[in-house]
Structure formats: structure tokens, C-alpha cells
């Protein structure tokens, strides 16, 4: 009898429908028309057909004379619809009763785009390197293949500009290094004076000129590669070739310039004596003032002594200056020991070599007597 009524419920299982659609042979993941779709999962139970917990047993189809093929058929649809929603089981507790996950179980991963792979197992725990294992879905600080993200490589270094020549030697630079530059640019042509330290126009004329023919950038200052190409072309200097000694003879001297301390200037031989007490302690050669700005004669005394002076009428340099009567005064003359006597002054006594100016500069001092005199 146990068996028989045992029968008679599953028959009576089989007709009847149970309340919440549990057993509908319906995919979770595939809607009923008209009802809500319940929680994934796969059911589970004992015996011949799947079970819903406890309870009576229940079968796949939805009436009595369901059989074989109709199970096949709903477990292939139910197939079907996993590989294309990517659903996964859960279990279902009984007839009506609510699905639930699996205890201990963690938040499903996140499912790739693509239909023809199937989803991945279920796992208890996500691999660390993978981006859906940070909470919230937060990308990985690795930058990707396609370019995106944080890159620790350098940038690309940006086109480097050639570094600037060395200038060792420019316009209006006054050194011993300038005398060998002259006197060197005077062995190959190009400079035609004596070498006086100074860098002026006339010097860099020349420099220009020498860049040029041995096709290097006509700047006109001494840069290193210049220096190196004029070295190639030339011998070291002599003293007499760096410091021209003095040409003309000192004069006898005027009556006048016998005692005391005397500058004794004559206009017939152009020489300046520097005397005390009637003996010479240096001479030097001297150009005066032309036609037009003649140098006064007489006697007079020093007023002033200017070491960097310029003129305010003329805007050239005047170093060592020793003013002796109004704007005139003795003071050395690049233009003189590049240009000698060819030109003239405006009035001053124009002295060529620098050195002998200078050592007379420091040792005239203020109300020395300054006698011109033909």
C-alpha cells in the first residue's frame, strides 16, 4: 500500500501545478511570459528526477505523461541558456521557496562580451592579478597593450642645438692676447699696422676677412676654432713683432724742460721726453693735431689725470689721459699704433705704445709741467 500511494502522489505530482512555478521546466535565465523569473541555480535532490529539497517528488515536465524526451529537451534548453546568458546554478531550497547563493560563496565575476566561449566556473576566490578582483571594478595600474594607462619610460628627448664656439677674443677686448692676435693676422696680410692690444674695427675687419676665406662663420670675434686655424698659418711672433720698439730720436731738449719734472714734447721731431731735473727717463713717439685742430704750444701743467677716459666730443677711448690744456691732453692712441702717421689727432698728443704711456702715467703727478715746443 505504501508503494501504491507512494505512485499515486507522483501521478498526482505530475498534474497538479505547484505554487511559485518552481518546476515549470523552464531555464531561470529564460523568462516565462508572464511571470517573474526566478534565481539561477540548478535544483537539487535525490531519486530519478531532480528534486526541490524535501518535499514530493517533482518532475521536469508539466503534465502527466511527460517522458524522456521531454526532459532531454528542456535539460538542452536549459543548456542553451547558460552558454548565452552566462547563468549559474544555485540551489533551489523547495517548492515556492526563494533561491539563494551557495554559503561562502563570492560575488559573481565579471562575464566577458563575447557568446561563442562559455562562462568560466564559479571560483571561491578571484585571481589576484586580475582587474575584476578590486573592489568596484578598478583597472589595474599596468598600462595595456593598446596604449592605455600609466607608463614609467622616459619621453623622447627633444632635438638637441649644437653648442655655442667658444669666443676667447671679441671687440673691444685690450690684453697681450690681442697683440698676438695683431701680429699674427699681420704675418698672413690681413691686419697691416702694428699690433696695438686692442680689438677695434680694424682688427675685427681682419678677422672677418681671414674667417672667411678658410670657410668659417664671419663673425669677426676670435673663437677657438678660428685661434686654431690662425695658429696652423702662422709662426710665434718676435718681441719686435708684438711690441715695435720706438723709431724716432728724441730731440735735444728746450731750455725750458731742464729743471723740474718735465714732459718735453717737440712737434719737429714728434718724441716726448719724460724728464727730471734735466735727465731723460723715458721717450716715446707722439703724434699732434692736424691743420685744422692743431696742438697748442707754450707751457702748461698737468690738471688731470684720467686712467679709462672717453671723449665726450668724439665717443673714442682716451686711456691714460693727462690733461694739460682744456681738451687736450697726452694719452695713448690705438689708432696710432695701428695707423702710425698716416692720420692725426684732434688736438692731443697721441702716444703709440702703450706700455711706456702707462709707466709714465703712474709716475706724473698733478701740476707737472707739460712744455710743446717746436
Not at 523547495?94 to 533561491?99: E, L, Q, W
Not at 676667447?168 to 690681413?190: E, I, K
Not at 727730471?276 to 713717439?285: C, F
Not at 685744422?292 to 666730443?313: C, D, I, M, N, Q
Request: proline share 11%; glycine share 12%.
Amino acid at each position: 500500500m505504501a508503494d501504491r500511494n507512494s505512485g499515486h502522489d507522483d501521478r498526482a505530482a505530475g498534474t497538479a501545478r505547484r505554487p511559485g512555478g518552481a518546476d515549470d521546466g523552464r531555464c531561470e535565465g529564460t523568462p516565462h511570459p508572464g511571470r517573474g523569473v526566478p534565481g539561477p541555480g540548478p535544483r537539487t535532490g535525490s531519486g530519478p528526477g531532480p528534486r526541490t529539497g524535501s518535499g514530493p517528488r517533482a518532475r521536469t515536465g508539466s503534465g502527466p505523461g511527460a517522458g524522456p524526451s521531454l526532459r532531454v529537451a528542456a535539460v538542452s534548453a536549459l543548456a542553451v541558456a547558460a552558454l548565452v546568458t552566462g547563468c549559474e546554478p544555485v540551489a533551489v531550497q523547495g517548492a515556492g521557496s526563494k533561491a539563494a547563493s551557495p554559503p561562502h560563496s563570492p560575488p559573481p565575476a565579471a562575464r566577458t562580451a563575447s557568446a561563442a566561449a562559455p562562462a568560466p566556473p564559479p571560483t571561491t576566490s578571484a585571481p589576484a592579478d586580475a582587474d575584476d578582483a578590486k573592489p568596484g571594478g578598478e583597472p589595474s595600474a599596468a598600462p595595456s597593450a593598446t596604449g592605455g594607462g600609466t607608463t614609467d619610460e622616459p619621453p623622447e628627448p627633444g632635438p638637441r642645438t649644437a653648442p655655442a664656439e667658444r669666443v676667447l677674443l671679441r671687440p673691444g677686448s685690450h690684453s697681450a692676447h690681442v697683440r698676438a692676435l695683431q701680429a699674427r693676422l699681420r704675418q698672413t696680410g690681413y691686419f697691416g699696422r702694428n699690433p696695438t692690444g686692442f680689438y677695434g674695427d680694424v682688427t675685427a675687419g681682419a678677422v672677418r676677412a681671414f674667417q672667411t676665406d678658410r670657410g668659417l662663420p664671419a663673425t669677426g670675434s676670435t673663437d677657438l676654432t678660428t685661434w686654431r686655424a690662425l695658429l696652423s698659418a702662422t709662426r710665434a711672433p718676435t718681441p719686435d713683432e708684438l711690441d715695435p720698439p720706438t723709431e724716432r730720436p728724441v730731440a735735444a731738449p728746450d731750455e725750458r724742460c731742464l729743471t723740474g719734472r718735465v714732459l718735453c714734447i717737440s712737434k719737429r721731431s714728434r718724441t716726448l721726453a719724460w724728464m727730471i731735473d734735466g735727465r731723460v727717463v723715458s721717450a716715446m713717439d707722439v703724434r699732434f693735431g692736424s691743420q685744422y685742430t692743431p696742438t697748442r704750444e707754450g707751457v702748461f701743467a698737468v690738471y688731470w689725470k684720467s686712467r679709462h677716459h672717453v671723449s665726450t666730443l668724439y665717443d673714442t677711448p682716451m686711456p691714460y689721459a693727462l690733461f694739460f690744456s682744456g681738451g687736450q691732453a697726452v694719452h695713448f692712441s690705438a689708432d696710432f699704433a695701428a695707423n702710425g702717421y698716416g692720420g692725426a689727432s684732434h688736438g692731443c698728443v697721441n702716444v703709440r705704445d702703450e706700455k711706456k704711456i702707462a709707466a709714465l702715467f703712474a709716475q706724473v703727478r698733478k701740476d707737472d709741467k707739460v712744455v710743446v715746443y717746436r
